[in-house]
């Protein structure tokens, strides 16, 4: 511990999670749930039905919010800081993009206001080429630029993906070759057995509160099952 404190265990569910990267970007702290979410669900799908709305970031989760989106919007408007989505996104995704109609790409942009009410607005866009800049109404905003997991006191305990996301399961032995025993990995397990990983500082983890719930009560049946072999 930090105060030098050592404990002991036979099993360890590590279920730390992970902060979402935010924006220092005007207006975005005051409309924090009020037209600006870090990420996005099928209630705020529903919510902005009809309405234009704005995802900002260029990766898989960025690509998948805004096709979800274009179901029920009246458009949806990517914000992109790179020069093309093939940059950070798998080519299905953008091949998928590229088919509907209601979803733009905004490459080489970036937010730089956003303005209202009571709610969002409209948004002030800045082409990073030209510094040009122009404003668009807008209902919502869905910022998908990353997240930090609470991983950095396992370094060099359990095999982590480069971003510090912890691997379980299968995926342990897919992409490291630090498992050591002649059983596969549990599903959950770390690649030190009897360490398991439940919720989002796991790598592959669904970012819901509900999975990540039903996760740790998987990892506790998982503890039973390592148990039962040592």
């Known amino acids: 511990l930090t105060d030098g404190t050592e404990l002991k265990c ?55 919010a805004a096709v979800m989106f274009s179901k029920t919007s009246s458009k949806v408007t990517m914000v992109v800081r790179s020069e093309s989505l093939q940059e950070k996104m798998s080519r299905y995704l953008v091949d998928q993009i590229a088919a509907v109609e209601n979803i733009e790409v905004l490459t080489g942009t970036r937010v730089v206001d956003v303005e209202g009410s009571t709610t969002v607005e409209s948004i002030r866009l800045q082409n990073l080429a030209t510094g040009s800049e122009e404003t668009r109404a807008a209902s919502a905003l869905f910022i998908f630029v990353g997240a930090v997991p609470h991983s950095s006191f396992l370094h060099g305990t359990v095999a982590m993906n480069d971003r510090g996301f912890i691997y379980t399961g299968s995926d342990v032995t897919t992409f490291t070759t630090d498992w050591v025993l002649d059983r596969d990995p549990f599903p ?27 996760e740790g009560s998987i990892a506790v049946t998982l503890v039973h099952r390592y148990l039962d072999t040592v």
């Open 188 to 214: 959950l397990e770390t690649s030190s057995p009897g360490v398991f990983a439940a919720g989002d500082v796991r790598d592959g983890a669904v970012r819901r509160v509900a999975s990540a719930v039903g």
């Open 10 to 64: 036979r099993a360890l569910v590590i279920a730390s999670g992970m902060t979402v990267r935010k924006l220092d970007v005007p207006g975005y702290a005051r409309f924090e749930g009020a037209g600006v979410y870090y990420g996005a669900a099928a209630t705020e799908a529903a919510t902005y039905r009809d309405r234009p709305v704005y995802v900002i970031g260029g990766a898989n989760s960025a690509g998948q």
